[in-house]
């Protein structure tokens, strides 16, 4: 028989780094009974946190997935559950799980409030369009308040949050309990028992206003977007139930009208097993979400799937790792149809058969073979020969290709070489693994130095894959100083004729062609437009010029970095009945291309980072003037406010635009400014053009950057 897809959840827990995402997912574990001891971060026995490199520094570095069960009203929910990353250099790990879950968990911390990641997060989801509930955390530590988070939420993020709860007594210490707004009862914990237990008593009659207005504007809320519940509300002899208004949070909840917040501190086992039940309440099942489009490969027509097991199979892959035990794993969400261990799939990609030897159902690192697995589940499977992160795998005699999942560009490169020259070729395979495994992470050779470039979203990224290649692959490198990822852009329009000719004797090369390079719209890459008429060049040798055009796209003539967008039209042209053929034209294109973006006046991009700064008042002067000589542009200035009578008016939220180039040790010289009290949040914002003044002076120093000269130098 097939399951009952109204019973399972998909769920992703994501927050900025540091909210208490892992130990929160370690309590869901305890509770529900996969897990017998709870793991902590802190003492690196997380079980969702398991590479080594997690471990060593307390931080989640790549998403994992795990499976449990809940009981809630009798019923059995299935919980899939994906923790992911909160640093800002593994944002891809966040993107790539969004595309397939059904609603999220958003943690926050009750004394930070809103973060920059925390922002990042959340624009994420909304590109999804994925409803979720918020579960505002760390409510025992000191300075925390739930009702001011809620405001942030409200402000900062634009989102109607509605909280469902409030602290009975407030925070730190104090935090034994909360008042549940819905069933108006207290749930107050035992902390004799660690908090593994509450129960529900009645209201504390000092609150019982505070309960009541807060009711009141929660059924408000709600009465803005669900007609039965104006109903009700305006007409005096009506009244709400309990399931009138979790029906009502339930709905609006999916139509992202509203978001539930919850509070509770995970570290101290408080609130978890209420947020459990408001996941099993008011998240979608996969058949609440809307049916996953996409299109027929063959036709392009648009393609619907219902989450049904009676329909053609289809999923999505959205993450590569490798094990050392059993190979190389896909993960993938099914959104119709079912697959059978030792079966066959369609990769809609490739146009190949893949073999899906075995199913894996996924906690963690660990893998615990299924044999079969079905809509609205998520899974792993190996054995398959060409499978990439995005790719859709489907029933081949009915084809659809779901919408691929987009990447960040990387924005910080380093130059390796191995240590041993015996361990050229294991550095190869092992970059080719990982490049296999993060789309974040890229691999390019150096045109003028030829080194290895290895490019990635920041500082704590690289030196990852650096440890993860020792570690892993037993390769060991040398490593150059970090470099920002530039890019170059054509700001003029010009037209360029190129002729290739070569005679060696019998058979020559011959291509002519007449073109137009300009700018092209900003990150779009290469636009290419064919205007030849009348047969002056053959069409079997245009793809043969847009091929060598775009492999010039990434060596800029300024510094050698990729251009970023450009538009050829092709316009003239002719070719020889003998001597041509498609490398001339392909040659042709290359030298045409490298000559006219030359005249097209070229022009440097670097990256634009966010950065966020936490810092006293008294120190907001040297550290303003600090930011303007790294070329910071001040974006916005405010003071962390407070409802909940914690005096912190004298701590300040400095938000600015500042290259990457100047960011280079920026944190040990603001601990320095700050005697150590700051602390800063950076992520990459978009690419602007280097000012002229100091273009040259980056080009100069891109080509000092070689440890390799530095090696012969001393030579």
């Known amino acids: 028989m097939a399951k009952d897809l109204r019973y399972t959840r998909n769920i992703g827990i994501a927050a900025h780094i540091d909210a ?36 060593e520094r307390g931080i989640t570095i790549t998403s994992a997935a795990t499976c449990c069960e809940w009981t809630y009203k009798n019923k059995k929910y299935q919980i899939n559950i994906i923790d992911t990353p909160g640093h800002v250099d593994f944002t891809v790990e966040v993107e790539r799980s969004m595309r397939i ?22 624009r994420q989801a909304d590109k999804y369009h994925i409803p979720r509930i918020a579960f505002v955390n760390k409510m025992d530590r000191q300075g925390a308040d739930f009702l001011n988070v809620c405001l942030q939420i409200k402000k900062m993020l634009g989102a109607n949050s509605v909280p469902l709860q409030i602290p009975i007594i407030g925070s730190g210490e104090n ?14 914990w ?21 309960v009541n207005d ?22 005096e002899n009506s009244s709400l139930s309990e399931e009138d208004i979790i029906s009502s949070l339930h709905k609006n909840t999916i139509n992202m009208k509203v978001i539930p917040i919850l509070c509770g501190s995970s570290f101290k086992n408080k609130g978890v097993q209420v947020m459990l039940d408001a996941i099993c309440r008011y998240l979608p099942s996969p058949i609440e979400v809307k049916d996953i489009v996409g299109v027929n490969p063959i036709n392009q027509m648009k393609v619907t799937r219902k989450p049904s097991e009676k329909e053609p199979f289809s999923a999505l892959a959205f993450k590569i790792s490798s094990d050392p035990f059993v190979g190389r794993l896909a993960f993938f969400r099914v959104y119709s149809g079912k697959i059978n261990a030792g079966s066959y799939s369609f990769n809609s990609r490739s146009g190949n058969k893949e073999r899906i030897s075995r199913i894996y159902q996924m906690h963690a ?16 499977i190996v054995g398959f020969k060409d499978i990439k992160t995005g790719d859709t795998l489907c029933d081949e005699k009915f084809p659809i290709l779901l919408e691929n999942i987009s990447f960040p560009e990387p924005v910080i490169g380093v130059a390796i070489e191995p240590k041993f020259k015996s361990d050229i070729d294991k550095m190869s395979l092992a970059l080719s693994k990982l490049m296999e495994e993060d789309p974040t992470f890229q691999v390019r050779t150096d045109n003028y130095t030829g080194q290895t470039i290895i490019s990635g979203m920041g500082e704590l990224h690289l030196e990852i894959i650096v440890d993860r290649m020792k570690r892993e692959f037993k390769v060991e490198v040398n490593q150059g100083k970090p470099q920002v990822e530039y890019k170059e852009a054509l700001t003029d329009s010009v037209e360029h004729r190129e002729i290739y000719k070569k005679q060696t004797g019998g058979r020559g090369k011959f291509a002519d062609i007449f073109f137009r390079l300009e700018p092209g719209e900003k990150n779009m890459g290469l636009e290419f437009i064919n205007k030849i008429k009348g047969g002056n060049i053959p069409k079997e040798f245009i793809p043969s010029i847009e091929k060598g055009c775009k492999e010039m796209m990434k060596i800029g003539p300024l510094s050698g970095y990729e251009i970023d967008s450009a538009r050829i039209t092709i316009l003239d042209g002719s070719y020889h009945p003998v001597d041509s053929d498609q490398l001339s034209f392909e040659i042709v294109g290359k030298i045409g291309f490298k000559e006219a973006a030359k005249k097209a006046k070229p022009i440097l991009l670097e990256p634009i980072m966010k ?48 290259p990457l180039s100047e960011m280079f040790g920026y944190v040990t010289i603001l601990r320095t400014l700050s005697s150590g009290r700051a602390t800063s949040v950076m992520e990459f914002s978009h690419y602007d053009p280097v000012p002229v003044n100091i273009t040259d002076d980056i080009i100069m120093e891109i080509g000092k950057n070689s440890f390799y000269d530095k090696r012969k130098s001393k030579k």
Request: some cysteine; proline content about 3%; charged content about 20%.
């Open 20 to 55: 208490g995402k892992t130990t929160t997912t370690e309590r869901i574990l305890f509770y529900t009974g996969i897990n017998h001891k709870i793991g902590e971060v802190h003492d690196g026995a997380a079980t969702m946190d398991w590479m080594l490199q997690e471990q």
């Open 101 to 122: 879950l059904d609603g999220m968990v958003v943690l926050f911390s009750a004394v930070d409030g809103v973060e920059p990641q925390s922002e990042t997060v959340w």
């Open 175 to 188: 935090f034994i309990g909360v008042v549940d707004l819905i069933s108006n009862k207290a749930i107050v």
């Open 190 to 210: 035992d902390d004799n028992n660690y908090g593994m237990t509450y129960q529900e008593v009645p209201v504390p009659s000092g609150m019982k206003k505070m």
């Open 214 to 235: 807060y009711h009141y504007q929660l059924i408000e809320s709600l009465s803005e977007h669900d007609d039965t519940i104006m109903e009700k509300f305006l007409c």
């Open 365 to 380: 690192n660990k893998q615990n073979p299924i044999s079969e697995i079905g809509a609205g589940d998520i899974a792993a």
């Open 611 to 658: 950065l966020e700064v936490i810092l006293p008042e008294e120190n907001m002067g040297d550290i303003i003037g600090d930011l303007n000589r790294r070329r910071g542009i001040v974006q916005n200035m405010t003071s962390r406010s407070s409802s909940g009578g914690s005096n912190n008016n004298n701590i300040k939220i400095v938000q600015a635009l500042v």
